[in-house]
C-alpha cells in the first residue's frame, strides 16, 4: 500500500531534549516536506527537500532541522525543544515533476513540549 | 507575497443542507488553487483542484471554481452528507518548485 509513515504519533518531551520526529515514504517520490498544523494558522511549511541531499527552508525553520540522506526518510530534528514548538506535524510527499502536485500526507505526529 | 485566507469556522449544518467555504487568495502569477480536507486523526488528502481561469474542480459531489477576476476558490456541495464532517483547507501553489500555501481551515460539522 502505498503511503507515508510517521513515527512516533503522539510524543511527550520536555524542553530542552534532543528528539527525533521519523517520516518514510514507499512511493519513491522526490519531493518531501514538513509542515506543523495550529490552530487558526493552518499548515506552516518547515522545511522541504526536492531529491537526496537536497533540502531547504521553508516558512517557519527556526528550531528545526532536517536531513535527506536516502530517497524515502526525511526525518525532522529539534535539537533543543521549547514549548512554542508544541503542535501537530504532518510529513508529506509527492513526485517532483507530478503536474497534478497531489501531497500525500501522513497521519500526523502530535508533539507537547513541557 | 501569497496568501490565502478562508471563511472563519465552525460551520454546522443539518444533512442534506447547501454548503459553502469560502476562499480568497493573493499570489503573484497564476497559481495553482486546490481544496484539502482533513478526516479526524488523519493526514490531508486531496479533495479537488484547479489550474487556471475559468476551471472547475470537482469530486464527491464537491465542486469550486477558479475565479480570477475575483480571486476566489470557493467550495460548495449541494447536499452534505454526516460522513462530509472534517476540516477543509483551501490552498494555492507558489514558486517554480510549487510550495503549497494554505488558508487556515474551516470545521465543518453535519448533523444527522
Known amino acids: 500500500e502505498a503511503q507515508v509513515t510517521q513515527n512516533p504519533r503522539y510524543l511527550i518531551t520536555v524542553t530542552g531534549k534532543k528528539l527525533t520526529v521519523t517520516c518514510s515514504q514507499n512511493m519513491n517520490h522526490e519531493y518531501m516536506s514538513w509542515y506543523r498544523q495550529d490552530p487558526g494558522l493552518g499548515l506552516r511549511q518547515i522545511y522541504y527537500s526536492m531529491n537526496v541531499e537536497v533540502t531547504d527552508k521553508g516558512d517557519v525553520p527556526e528550531g528545526y532541522k532536517v536531513s535527506r540522506k536516502e530517497k524515502r526518510n526525511f526525518p525532522l530534528i529539534l535539537e533543543s525543544p521549547s514549548p512554542n514548538q508544541t503542535s501537530l506535524y504532518f510529513c508529506?510527499?509527492?513526485?517532483?515533476?507530478?503536474?497534478?502536485?497531489?501531497?500525500?500526507f501522513g497521519s500526523g505526529t502530535q508533539l507537547s513540549v513541557l | 507575497g501569497n496568501s490565502v485566507t478562508q471563511m472563519e469556522g465552525p460551520v454546522t449544518l443539518s444533512e442534506e443542507a447547501f454548503l459553502t467555504i469560502n476562499c480568497t487568495y493573493t499570489a503573484t502569477g497564476y497559481p495553482s488553487l486546490f481544496w484539502y480536507v482533513q478526516y479526524p486523526g488523519e493526514g490531508l488528502q486531496l479533495l479537488l483542484k484547479a489550474t487556471k481561469a475559468d476551471d472547475k474542480g470537482s469530486n464527491k459531489g464537491f465542486e469550486a471554481t477558479y475565479r480570477k477576476e475575483t480571486t476566489s476558490f470557493h467550495l460548495e456541495k449541494g447536499s452534505v452528507q454526516v460522513s462530509d464532517s472534517a476540516v477543509y483547507f483551501c490552498?494555492?501553489?507558489?514558486?517554480?518548485?510549487?510550495?503549497?500555501?494554505f488558508g487556515s481551515g474551516t470545521q465543518l460539522t453535519v448533523l444527522p
Open positions: 490552498a494555492l501553489s507558489r514558486g517554480s518548485a510549487r510550495q503549497l500555501t
Open positions: 508529506a510527499s509527492r513526485p517532483f515533476r507530478d503536474r497534478d502536485e497531489k501531497l500525500f
